[in-house]
């Protein structure tokens, strides 16, 4: 049983929104922190339900409206999300009216936005699906957990198509508190910089992607979701390696056949070294391309990569943006995707042409 | 009434609605306004911190936010001294 | 690909008790826990009770090795997952290939509350070490790292549906031989955040909760955290007859009752859908239930919503029913597992909990809810339900024996 992306959907600091091909241009930023470039939600969203959404409502909610569209499926089989830190915006709305106002004529709007599965909730609510819904908050796992359940729900075969996608926002509250966790960048840095830099930190970014994953074959699919693992905190690069062999070998995929490496490289001196030790040792050679310097770091980034990679594979070119060394083959064939967010949470997610 | 149209336009968030744009006996729940039961506990909210009425009960909310104007009757039969 | 999944163990901490056998305890005196908020400081401290965890973070702390200055949704988990593990006779978890799926809705808030109030006044202000546990999978990962849990790990939050959904992604990882055995459940730890939330939707009681009675007047929230072991049929098989199973994890079912974001609708469609495809899954019709251990939070729209939904969907074989909600409160992300450790522990011995403060059936529902505590019963089939804002609708089925 192959698991097919019938439909994808993004919202990023690209204009990825804008349509479902890769932007022309890079919206140029300067870091350290990227911002989404937001479409005009009210294309899919009822005025009246805008309201009750805050800004990461909204760019899940067109995601997800833009990959149901590619997928041409109205009512999916189940709607799974994946966010780290959920609604940030409502969760610092509530929480700042509550200590300045010591609790008392607090209202309810912030509070019932700010869970978790809010996301999925107005989703299902906007589309009338009352089929599975569920919201995975696990970190740099978060997105790749969605994808697990939905693709284990799709091989027990009553369900054709499952809407996956991931999303995370930064706010004003939120970059400031990470800014002091030390890991952006000191220095100014722009998008053509970044993946060279030899300094420590990266740059703060947030987005929303969204595909439709299906058992059968949409009108627009291009490419199959051939193989999906996660490692939590490997010991080391040389853990690294046998595990990247292993997963290619379980889904019949030599070294060779692979056509393209996506990597999460993002500017950050330490982190990026696990990128260079498996492109020499394992893909020497090998084209490589990277996403982070258009969509900036966050735990469920690798929802952005897995979009790009979708569209390579639909398009067979790699934009010139994303490509970081390497000369592109004509076919491109499997695309892998490597990505690891603060060096424990590694995942491996595998696409094929079709 | 028109004050009191704008604090609801403010509070619920109402965007694309101008405060004069609502009727004084327009139904503001379900279809009309279509506001909700979220939307009642922010009036309530608001009726306490604009005009020191305290609703304890949420049901009546329907009942008494029939339309702006029922508010604001019930604002005058209620109100107390801030 | 088809195999059953069994319960080996559960362990679970909440305001009737430190663990499950002082819950039973509380339960067969008819003791519930409400009381005055001791803990948690805040402004509604007299003015609703709630169902705290009889321990300081210190005690908590004390008791698993952890450190008292970490989050209590931590702690608490860190509690019930030891006593869980413990439960199964195992032994060195380092043997198996394991999974822990934890729920819960707050995180660390308990700790990022404070860190905010700092954070105000001055943004270079308040402790890192208070929020660098916020995320729900931060908390999450305090507990792998800690019990030496690393093959797979996640998390899940769907509001008071959380961890009956950590059940159903857990049976799928052994299903799918992803690993051998799964510690699934959730945890959540009282917070000013969440009281206030709560009562802002004016959902809260004053006084004790009543469960499915006529005159019940919104919940009382409590904290706490259950989790249950789910073992393959293979590893099942290899286990001691002096530890032998509980039961089966027979089946489940997540529905949206898409209607509104935090109100139920008012004949339940997504509680109805849950529990239909939690029996369907099952193999099982409405009248081999034996029991079903309710939502039940107290809430006017709870309980009219699963009353009606019960009622469509058991018609006119109703089983005995009660929420344990009336003892332990609401503790949200952590009540589906909570009360799913005591529904597949009724299974295994038979028990049927109590549901406290009842004395008028609702008008608009043709059952009322168990009173007394009793054990030693025939319970084949035990139906746990667990309804969230966001419509989100979790139904689990625990089973006796083999499928026939």
Known sequence: MYIYIQGTGCVSPQETAAGNTFPAAVLPWEGPRLKAWEPDYKQ?????????????????????????????????????????????????????????????????????????????????????????????????????????????????????????????????????????????????????????????????????????????????????????????????????????????????????????????????????????????????????????????????????????????????QVPAAALLKGTVPDQIKKVLIYNHYKQTHHSLILLTVC | MAALKAQIVEQLNLQEVKPEDIGDDQPLFKDGLGLDSIDALEIIVLLQQHYGIRIANPEQGPEIFRSVRTIAEFITAHQTAK | MHSDVWIAGGGVICGIGNNLSECLMAFERMEPGMAHMEYLHSVHRHTFPVVEVKASNATLAGWTGMSEKISRTALLSSVAVQEAWKSTGLGDISQYRVGFVSANTVGGMDKTEDFFADYLQDPSKGHLSQVVHHECGAITELVADAMGIRHHISTISTACSSSANALMYGSRLIRNNMVDVVIAGGTDALTRFTLNGFNTLMILDPAACRPFDDTRAGLNLGEGAGYVVLISDALAAELPASHQPWCRLSGYANANDAYHQT???????????????ALEMSGIRPEDIDYINLHGTGTQNNDSAEGSAIARLFAPHYPPVSSTKSFTGHTLGASGGIEAVFSAWAVKEGVIYPNANFSKQMKDVPFSPVTKFSAGNQLQHVMSNSFGFGGNCSSLVFSKNEQS
């Not at chain 1, 198509?161 to 000191?186: C, P, Q, V, W």
């Open chain 3, 263 to 277: 109100a139920s609708s008012p004949d339940g469609t997504g509680n109805f859908l849950a529990m239909q495809g």
């Open chain 1, 44 to 316: 899919w969203i009822d005025v009246k339900l805008i309201r009750r959404m805050s800004r990461v409502i909204k760019m899940g909610v067109a995601a997800a409206k833009l990959s149901l569209q590619e997928a041409g499926v109205e009512i999916p089989d189940a709607i799974i999300t994946g966010t780290a830190y959920g609604c940030l915006d409502d969760t610092g709305v509530f929480l700042s009216k509550m200590i300045n106002q010591q609790e008392e004529m607090l209202t309810p709007t912030a509070f019932i936005q700010s869970t978790h599965n809010t996301v999925a909730g107005q989703i299902a609510l906007m589309l009338g699906c009352h089929a599975y819904n569920n919201t995975f908050v696990h970190k740099g796992f978060s997105f790749e957990s969605a994808l697990l359940d939905s693709i284990m729900i799709l091989r027990e075969g009553r369900s054709s198509s499952i809407l996956a996608g991931a999303m995370d926002e930064l706010t004003n509250h939120s970059f400031n508190i990470l800014s002091r966790f030390d890991l952006y960048k000191k220095e100014p840095v722009t998008h053509e910089q970044l993946l060279k830099s030899t300094t420590h930190g990266t740059v703060a970014g947030e987005g929303a992607a969204c595909f439709v994953l299906g058992t059968e074959k949409g009108p627009n699919t291009k490419a199959k979701l051939t193989g999906l693992t996660t490692l939590y905190k490997p010991a080391g690069k040389a853990e690294i390696s046998p595990d990247i062999t292993s997963f290619l070998a379980a889904h019949n995929c030599s070294q060779e056949e692979v056509s393209l490496v996506i990597t999460g490289r993002n500017g950050d001196a330490a982190g990026d070294e696990w990128y260079e030790y498996v492109e020499n040792t394992l893909f020497a050679g090998k084209p490589v391309a990277g996403f982070k310097h258009l969509c900036g770091e966050y735990p469920t980034a690798a929802s952005f990569g897995m979009w790009m990679g979708n569209r390579i594979l639909a398009e067979q």
